[in-house]
């Protein structure tokens, strides 16, 4: 059974860089056909794709967010990575890493709270 | 970018009955880009369609997608108690980028 759990502070300071690590295990992050991404949930609201990697390593990004995030994988851990820079109080949110097949969202970590404050 | 209008917001309804939950885009969207999430409070979302009307691995046959270009629909048909919960639709729109609805909130009268 594949399982994505997430991890990283839960508190970082305005103008810092939000880093967060998500471990697959249960199977590989390198298999082919699929992309891994992450998405991120304000208290309250609703859901905002992030940005999204493909096996082949060609990522995507919200043009939203895109000045700001990176994302990342080490095939050696089968991590997923995300960075996203200059964070404010808006960046705060639960974040979710993501498996996609395709064009759907199919398996989901359990997600982490991240607050942006001094 | 396509924008996904969901409606209503919020949909009052009693166990056993029936809810259609509605999700419009701006742009037409490829039934096979289309998918629906059920969230409880507290959990990650959970797939329950994709490709618009086909049900994700071991969803009861009680939801229902259908619908095609801008206007795609999802159907409860008799609600039970663990069905109240938001319900967001979600489209890939090849750029490549995914975009989701603001949810519909489905809630015991």
């Known amino acids: 059974q594949l399982q994505l759990q997430e991890s990283g502070p839960g508190l970082v300071k305005p103008s810092e860089t939000l880093s967060l690590t998500c471990t697959v295990s249960?199977?590989?992050?390198?298999?082919?056909?699929?992309?891994w991404g992450w998405v991120r949930q304000p208290p309250g609201k609703g859901l905002e794709w992030i940005g999204s990697?493909?096996?082949?390593?060609?990522?995507y990004y919200n043009p939203s967010l895109k000045s700001r995030v990176t994302i990342s994988v080490d095939t050696s851990k089968n991590q997923l990575s995300l960075k996203l820079s200059s964070v404010t109080a808006t960046d705060t949110a639960v974040y979710y890493c993501t498996r996609l097949p395709g064009y759907e969202f199919d398996y989901w970590g359990q997600g982490i709270l991240v607050t942006v404050s001094s | 970018e396509i924008v996904l209008t969901q409606s209503p917001g919020t949909l009052s309804l009693s166990p056993g009955e029936r809810a259609t939950l509605s999700c419009r885009a701006s742009q037409s969207v490829r039934s096979s880009n289309l998918a629906w999430y059920q969230q409880k409070p507290g959990q990650a979302p959970r797939l329950l369609i994709n490709?618009?009307?086909t049900r994700a691995t071991g969803i009861p046959d009680r939801f229902s997608g259908s619908g095609s270009g801008t206007d795609f629909t999802l159907t409860i048909t008799r609600l039970e108690s663990e069905d109240f919960a938001v319900y967001y639709c979600q489209q890939y729109d090849g750029s490549p980028m995914w975009t989701f609805g603001q949810g519909t909130k489905v809630e015991i009268k």
């Open positions: 490709g618009a009307s």
């Open positions: 990697r493909y096996y082949t390593g060609s990522t």
């Open positions: 249960g199977g590989s992050i390198s298999i082919s056909s699929y992309y």
